[in-house]
């Protein structure tokens, strides 16, 4: 479970980013852009905290 929790934290964080770079070469507009780093940073703070517990001693 934890690996497939990465990995959806890690591809929130890189739709994020592909998005606005492609935003920025006025491949995507402003408000489609919005759209998805919205929906990556919910997605990103909703799984991250899963996989990101510290270990009880």
Known sequence: MKPLLMTLSF????ASLVSSIICANKGLSAETNKMILL???IIWF???????RRKKN
């Open 11 to 14: 591809l929130a964080l890189a």
């Open 39 to 41: 929906t990556g940073t």
């Open 46 to 52: 909703g799984v991250t905290p899963f996989w990101m």
